[in-house]
């Protein structure tokens, strides 16, 4: 089931994509609308812990003409209850942030029937979930349910789910290992429908950040490795990312970004004063987010900029070894971008980067600091 809930994210993150009329298999965009989500999950029969999740979601979705809706959604999350075995308070409460996949089944008496699934990263602001876990878990989610339109531009939803809350550390108390299911509760408001469909171009105007100048996408490749000396002796591991980003810029010269892409990683870890071998941390892994930039200086020949981001990473084994399979990614540096002809530029600079579960200073978030250059083509869109 994570499979799915990973291929949903994936399709979802570079669907915005959804911004355009037409996307190929999906078809035209028929309607957008705003989604406001009310989840509640009980804890699976047969399971000890006594658990509830809840979550508050805003989506922003896309309708196309193929039936499906893909969308990208942030919220609040909490939790209650106990873990047993042993005891750990499970209280918690904090944000999440994803993407998610619709398909209208069918309608019928005026109802239509769908299926859904998403993708999310929970992070709780103050306490691990559960007490000694990680801060950054997967909240993945499958079900089904139906939308009852109210009018033209109104419809409620309700229906049930299933969801999973994982770290991925595998068989570890660290894990929360949460499976649940509940019913849901949404209002939906439609912004366009058919041909009244209208999308951020070049021209609309955005509170405090003025017009959008440009539309762009963007393939960015960055090489990371050891930032110190002690990830240089104990976090002996190289990376490579490729983000796919779309982005948009601003007259007041900040630029917004959605990002989706891949981790290769390889090498080992190691902690100090300590006579087990070094463990391997090769690792694949997905990557999601958005990245904030700052141009300074913009000139006709070339433009500096400012950037940083934030990505959650979905790893195929526990990275760094001995942590989990969903970390927080943080990224932030410096670059030029030159332009090579109207709608083709290219850019280089340096990032730092941070990988965390977010757990503490604990074994179980072994961390990882690196740095390294990037290399990037982009495509204006506008």
């Known amino acids: 089931m994570r499979l799915v809930f990973f291929t949903a994210a994936f399709a979802a993150a570079l669907s915005p994509c959804a911004l355009a009329d037409s996307v190929p298999l999906l078809g035209d965009v028929e309607r957008e609308a705003w989604t406001f989500d009310l989840q509640e999950l009980s804890a699976s029969g047969g399971d000890e812990n006594d658990v509830r999740v809840f979550s508050l979601d805003a989506n922003r979705s896309w309708r196309f003409s193929s039936g499906l809706e893909p969308s990208l959604g942030i919220g609040l999350f909490g939790s ?14 904090g944000f999440s942030a994803g993407f ?45 349910g139906l939308q009852y339109r109210l009018s033209e531009d109104w419809a409620v939803e309700t229906g049930w789910r299933w969801g999973v809350v994982t770290n991925g550390a595998e068989d570890s108390a660290h894990d929360p290992d949460y499976d649940g299911s509940g019913a849901f509760l949404a209002l939906r408001r439609d912004l366009s429908v058919g041909e009244e469909h209208s999308s951020g171009e070049s021209g609309d105007r955005v509170w405090l950040l003025g017009t959008i100048d440009e539309e762009a996408w963007t393939l960015d490749t960055q090489y990371l490795m050891p930032a110190d000396d002690f990830d240089d002796d104990f976090r002996q591991i190289d990376a490579i990312v490729v983000d796919a980003v779309r982005s948009w810029r601003f007259s007041s010269g900040f630029e917004a970004q959605l990002k989706a892409g891949v981790m290769f990683a390889q090498g080992e870890t190691s902690e100090p004063l300590s006579f087990e071998p070094p463990r391997n941390s090769d690792a694949t892994a997905l990557v999601t987010g958005a990245g904030l930039r700052f141009y ?43 332009p090579v002809s109207e709608d083709w530029a290219v850019e280089a600079g340096w990032r730092i980067d941070h990988v965390s579960n977010g757990g503490g200073i604990v074994a179980h978030n072994p961390g990882w600091d690196s740095d390294g250059p990037f290399l990037a083509l982009r495509r204006s869109i506008d």
């Open 80 to 93: 209650q209850g106990s873990y047993v075995g042993p005891e750990r308070d499970a209280d918690s409460y």
């Open 296 to 338: 300074p200086l913009a000139l006709d020949n070339f433009s500096l900029f400012l950037e940083g981001s934030v990505q959650m990473l979905w790893a195929s084994d526990p990275f760094p070894a001995g942590g989990a399979r969903v970390d927080g990614l943080a990224r932030a540096g410096a670059g030029i971008q030159v």
């Open 100 to 144: 998610g996949l619709r398909y209208y089944a069918f309608e019928l008496g005026g109802a239509e029937f769908f299926l859904d699934a998403s993708a999310h990263t929970t992070y709780p602001v103050v306490t691990q979930f559960p007490e000694g876990g990680s801060k950054a878990n997967f909240y993945g989610r499958a079900g089904l």
